[in-house]
DNA sequence: ATTCAGGATGGCAGCGCTGCCAACAGCCAA
DNA sequence: TTGGCTGTTGGCAGCGCTGCCATCCTGAAT
């Protein structure tokens, strides 16, 4: 015998982290089995005789015993976890997607493991190789992005890959998202087609949120093509979005010119800002003034005048997403519609 | 010999979940050294040559090792994990006191495992059994109240447990929040003190948001102190919080009861919804009516007449919650402390 | 020269579970 | 009675890594 005859089932629980408490092999001995039917029942998996599983159901319950999914990833070499890798936990957008991956997932008994990159290419690599390291079944990641050995590591990891919200560019496996240049194409074509020619811009750091960037390109491209340009723009020293960054762009914006008929926002956060500073300063909107934003939040359509903007399906993203993980299939790019609201702001 | 001599590094990958993949003893083999000195090197713990040194991290990278923290944890017995079990990821609030929690996870190396209840008792106690079962180093749970089972979970596991958010209770182990009761009181406190007598309330469900109730219960009882009740109130009837639901409630309160002269939201979203309303319908703030919310959001201090309301301190609790469970030490009560914000709608 | 502390390494037994196989009923058809 | 056969059950070898111990090799001390 190799290992002394075993403790009482578990000891009160150490002080310390990661205590001794109940395996298998305790619930086994107290139901009178062997640890494969124990393991069998409480899959619920292969065949036991009624009176046997509720014998070790019983038992299972009466020592308060919770498996060990750590061993049993181990041996059977399938986890039930899925990486989730993020730009940030702040904004509207990410929890929104978030919520609708989790719902997925939870449904089919998968823990998400979510690391947060806050922007940051290099924090992304570190990241992507510490959930790998948990040996997830598979990984949702934000953006097409990445450096050059994330995308190595992403491709030679051996599980199947969702990079989402985005589909202008090449991804390494599945991809689900919208199209960030053709939204701020639209934005701009609507903008044009409704008369405005005088247009500046406020955004947020587009060097880290390169979605942003996209759909910036977008919108210049179509005023280009008008033989248009941006007149002036102001960028919101805030990292990521914000209210405030919009509220004081746009006076700054509108300080230097002050014969803009219209702005274009990164997003509705930057875009309700700067509705918020024409209201205190009677600016009339959209009269003097009209405002496009990118989102669709809730609180966007609710203000006195709703926020003309773009809807990206957030939740329907977060959900495709982490269905196409889970269904595997093959690699494609799955790109979401997007929805103009007119809004009353332009 | 049990194995077979062993393949190549790594076969490109199959296409199922978890394909095999590189590991310790291919990483070994190739740098002609024994798997214990791998372990050293990798784990920079124990002493090795830098000359070995050198040579094994070279056959790392060569064959993209990524270790299989699975199996670490399992002979190691101590995880690098941490559990998080969160009512809602859809409001502002939750993802704020994520990021404080994570920054400081992500410093010491840990990763979060998430699990979300949506605000059901039952789905929160399965979450943290699932949770559990992945042998994390310390659970953080929002909210005083679970089922028993869940307790006797908490208690039982052996492992560190902090409770976020609310302190108006008994904890398991450690608790890190603010004091809801309080909050509510001090917020009628300062309407009373303002001189307004004939006061309503929006809320949501304060059934599943218990936190929402306990506030509204400290604001009656001080209501009561001084003889007065709230006349009236309206509940939203979605799920969590919402602008729009403020907007509607305040809408049907203000149908029913024309007298008021404040109002009490359950939170800050319902509190801007009504703010919305009245400057559509030409409600003078605060002049004709009151508003004041909860929270703080940063959206609230920018609309053209900043929000009363209370501040929570929401990173700075994610990040003693998370800094309490990696540092241990005694179970014990920490009281964040809330700030009141006197605004502009009162 | 001999001894010895201590650095540098490899070997090996598990961690708790799963997957596979063997073993052993009962039971019906031949 | 003799085979299969299906339904149940236990045994046992790993999964990839870590922790401990044994071993070997230096250089310094005696």
């Known amino acids: 015998m190799s290992r002394a005859p075993d403790d009482p089932p578990a000891p009160p629980a150490k002080g310390d982290l990661h205590a001794m408490v109940t395996t298998l092999s305790h619930v086994a001995r107290r139901a009178g089995v062997g640890q494969s039917t124990v393991s069998r029942v409480l899959r619920n998996h292969g065949s036991v005789s009624q009176a046997t599983r509720e014998k070790i159901l019983k038992a299972a319950a009466d020592l308060h015993y919770v498996p060990n999914r750590i061993a049993g990833t181990l041996a059977s070499m399938t986890s039930k976890l899925v990486g989730i890798v993020i730009p940030s936990v702040g904004n509207t957008v990410v929890p929104e997607v978030l919520a609708g991956v989790n719902a997925v997932l939870e449904d089919a008994g998968f823990q998400p493991v979510i690391g947060v990159s806050n922007y940051d290419p290099q924090r992304e690599e570190m990241l992507i190789e510490s959930i790998l390291s948990w040996r997830p079944s598979g990984l949702l990641v934000a953006g097409l992005e990445h450096t050059e050995r994330a995308r190595g590591m992403l491709k030679g990891c051996g599980v199947r890959v969702v990079e989402m919200l985005d589909i202008d560019g090449a991804g390494v496996d599945m991809v689900v998202g919208t199209s960030h240049h053709a939204a701020g194409r639209a934005s701009a074509q609507y903008l044009l087609g409704r008369g405005y020619r005088r247009i500046g811009y406020v955004g947020h750091d587009i060097r880290s949120d390169l979605r942003a960037g996209k759909r910036l390109e977008g919108f210049r491209q179509v005023m280009a093509e008008q033989g248009l340009v941006i007149l002036d ?36 956060d930057l875009a309700i800002g700067g509705y918020f500073h024409c209201v205190e300063n009677g600016i009339s909107i959209p009269g003097q003034l009209a405002l496009f934003g990118y989102n669709g939040l809730d609180i966007a359509r609710l203000t006195p005048q709703p926020l003309s903007t773009i809807r990206s399906p957030r939740i329907a993203m977060g959900k495709s997403a982490a269905e196409l993980l889970l269904a595997g299939g093959p690699a494609q790019v799955v790109d979401m519609a997007f929805e103009l609201i007119p809004g009353a702001t332009s």
Chains 1, 2 share one sequence.
């Open 233 to 268: 723009h102001e960028f919101s020293p805030h990292r990521g979005s914000s209210v405030e960054g919009g509220k004081i762009g746009v006076a700054a914006l509108l300080d230097r010119r002050k014969d803009l008929d219209a702005i274009y926002f990164s997003n509705d």
